[in-house]
């Protein structure tokens, strides 16, 4: 195997220069696991449950009688109906200055989305609190709350579990069966969480997910309208002795279900519930996300995060896909995008392995907003992303012509192998943000296509913070990327440029050159100093 590494570092005059943060977003106290409960309509205003239909920009408190007291937060689905415009449905505890949406509706269109969320009172009463940007009808079913009872971890899984466009078996008035047992990898699963997806559908209807041992419940996961391409995140509790999870259709579709995770017993974690929810990015403030690029979510956290992301203004039809940046990309979605209409999709998503990422096949502005934190019991829950929410470009495009070199998408790694080598000589841990993991993807992609390891130039590496000092550490070969992180640490020059007292900040990335079926990987470590 066939590896080279080179270090750089550059010293410039620096300059005292203000630094931007967003504001910080304030979290919730109580924390408690979770349980999932088999699922119950709580709000049904076509039939005077919860009150009559929602009046445009009017925040009203809907009680769920089915949620004990005690409870922090609760997973429910909530679907808009006979809106009189295109809108967006706001979700909160009741707590004010909510920034964030939960549903964007179509007129007319019956729009579901799942949503995990704090809950407030009125009184007695125990409840959430909505806003509709237009008149419309609104469904909410319970599938699970947040309480001190049968704690659960949510551990990140990536799979097609159906596509019946290549199965076959395509859903027409059935019952589709799913055996997710092995998700729980020798563990007991307490749920099961994904994301349903129709297309190719050819009348209307609806999709309910729920588990097979137990009889299908009167909610609805998913609404089928002819012609539309539709997806939903569902989570639905498994009985200890049945991981099996039925997909009942009415109407006529193809459906394809990914898993994004299960939930597996743990009393250590617990969650928060975000009061009110933060938004962490908005691209119509900055550039949107570009067709095949690769974008990390600075989330301040590790965690695993409860969000909602919407896809605005797309180029085209077309999917986006949240995943853990260290993980890659792995082929399953987490919404379908459609030409200039707004939609939106819940997403459980793990920020420990290298933060947040989202890709997707069309260009389209992306709005995230986090509803919730699950986190290691006694770990305080971070309260301010502390980053642009604009963004920048960092990804790459991958060729159409098979016969040329496939340059893939960019992997941004984890900085946990450098961090604990600075910790370990009382150096602070390096954090990245939008600009030094654009650079890095961007040097590392260019690498990739020219095929030859180099440096960037200096006055380049400049612009990742504009503070005047900023190092870099790049490598190439081999038929992966996990050697890199190992040789530049055990290497002097490069060694040195990591434990630099005077960067603070850096990002690593690494991209893909695959030539016939032979793979060879190119890395960039970048640092920046703290202005």
């Not at 130039?457 to 900023?470: E, F, I, L, T």
């Not at 434990?499 to 695959?514: F, K, M, N, P, Q």
């Amino acid at each position: 195997m066939s590896v080279l590494l080179a270090g750089a570092l550059t010293l410039l005059a620096v300059a005292a220069l203000p630094i931007a943060s967003s504001a910080p977003a304030t979290a919730a106290t109580t924390w408690s696991g979770f349980e999932y409960v088999d699922p119950v309509r709580q709000v049904d205003t076509r039939r005077g449950l919860g009150g009559d239909r929602l009046t445009a920009d009017v925040e009203r408190f809907l009680p769920l009688a089915a949620v004990p007291a005690g409870v922090a937060a609760v997973t429910v689905n909530v679907t808009v109906v006979d809106a009189d415009g295109d809108g967006h449905l706001v979700v909160t505890d009741c707590a004010s200055g909510a920034d964030s949406s939960a549903v964007n509706f179509a007129r007319s269109r019956v729009t579901p989305n799942q949503v995990t969320v704090g809950v407030g009172t009125n009184g007695p009463a125990t409840g959430i609190c909505v806003t509709a940007s237009r008149s419309s009808h609104l469904v909410v079913d319970l599938f699970g709350v947040a309480t001190g009872l049968g704690d659960a971890a949510f551990v990140p899984r990536s799979a097609r579990e159906l596509d019946t466009r290549s199965d076959g078996g395509a859903g027409s008035d059935g019952v589709l069966v799913l055996d997710v047992a092995r998700h729980g990898v020798g563990g007991t699963l307490m749920a099961w969480s994904g994301t349903v997806t129709v297309t190719d559908v050819l009348s209307t209807g609806f999709v309910t997910v729920f588990p097979c041992a137990l009889p299908r419940p009167e909610v609805s996961s998913l609404n089928l309208a002819p012609g539309v391409t539709t997806a939903n995140q569902v989570t639905v509790r498994l009985p200890s002795t049945d991981a099996r999870v039925c997909v009942y259709v009415d109407g006529q579709t193809q459906i394809v279900v990914d898993t994004n995770g299960v939930w597996l017993p743990d009393t250590d974690q617990t969650f928060s519930p975000s009061s009110p929810p933060v938004r962490i990015i908005d691209t119509r403030h900055g550039g949107p996300l570009s067709r095949d690029e690769v974008r990390r979510l600075h989330t301040g956290t590790d965690a695993v995060l409860f969000m909602n992301v919407t896809a605005t203004r797309a180029d085209g039809n077309g999917w986006l896909a949240l995943f853990p940046c260290g993980a890659g990309y792995g082929g399953t979605s987490t919404l379908n995008v459609r030409h200039g209409e707004d939609v939106s999709s819940a997403a459980i998503v793990s920020a420990a392995d290298g933060g947040v990422c989202v890709t997707g096949s069309v260009g389209t502005h992306v709005v995230v907003d986090v509803f919730g934190v699950q986190h290691r019991r006694g770990t305080a829950v971070p309260t301010d992303t502390g980053v642009p929410l604009g963004g920048h470009t960092m990804g790459s495009v991958l060729h159409a012509d098979s016969s040329a070199p496939l340059i893939g998408r960019c992997r941004l790694g984890s900085m946990d192998p450098f961090n604990h080598l600075r910790g370990s000589v009382g150096l602070p841990a390096l954090v990245g943000d939008h600009r030094t993991d654009a650079f890095a993807c961007e040097w590392a992609t260019e690498m990739a296509r020219a095929d030859r390891m180099s440096h960037s130039v200096p006055h380049r590496r400049a612009g990742v913070d504009a503070c005047g000092v900023n190092g870099e550490n790049v490598a190439a070969g081999g038929s992966d990327w996990a050697w890199m992180a190992d040789a530049w640490i055990a290497s002097t020059t490069h060694r040195d440029v990591i434990l630099h007292d005077l960067l603070h900040r850096g990002s690593v990335a690494y991209v893909e050159r695959s030539v016939a079926g032979r793979s060879t990987w190119f890395g960039v470590m970048i640092f920046g100093g703290s202005c």
